[in-house]
């Protein structure tokens, strides 16, 4: 019968488990250790990741465990349909790195805007000149009309 208490079982593991050896032990084929001892100053926090492959997405996000997140390149040039990798650590952090180099992360917006063409201007010099501007003194060309090509020209044949 087994036991139904954590102190019923911590009594009974000792003696099950030289049983359980002698019957089905086997002698190790090598008895060199096949672990290596931590050396000292070795954060395991660093070491001790998963491993994710990504692309980014032509807004410069990815998504990863159904969240997106924005990539801020630091020198300036985009990131998009790039291969990332992103490197989710025991503690729930996250590392994006991009050729190798780590990219600074925020999440992204949960609802993108819309971007739609507005009523409007489309340009500064639309609006006319800023109050209290001098004007210029240029003028602007007259406009001509159509080009018309002269007699000669291959296209009047």
């Avoid at 001790?48 to 997140?69: H, P």
Wanted: aromatic share 8%; glycine share 8%; charged share 25%.
């Amino acid at each position: 019968m087994p036991p139904r208490t954590a102190a019923a079982a911590n009594a009974f593991l000792p003696g099950f488990l030289e049983r359980f050896d002698e019957r089905f032990g086997v002698p190790a084929r090598d008895p060199q250790p096949a672990w290596r001892p931590l050396t000292a100053g070795v954060d395991l926090a660093r070491i001790c990741y998963f491993k994710y492959a990504r692309v980014v997405a032509a807004d410069g996000t990815i998504s990863f465990a159904g969240r997106s997140i924005q990539l801020l390149p630091a020198d300036r040039r985009s990131l998009t349909r790039a291969r990332v990798e992103v490197q989710e650590h025991l503690d729930g952090s996250l590392l994006v790195l991009a050729h190798g180099d780590p990219v600074a992360t925020v999440a992204a917006p949960p609802d993108p805007v819309d971007l739609r063409a507005r009523q409007g201007p489309r340009s500064v010099e639309a609006l006319g000149p800023e109050p209290g501007a001098r004007p210029a003194n240029k003028q602007r060309p007259a406009r001509r009309g159509p080009w018309v090509p002269p007699k000669d020209h291959p296209w009047r044949r």
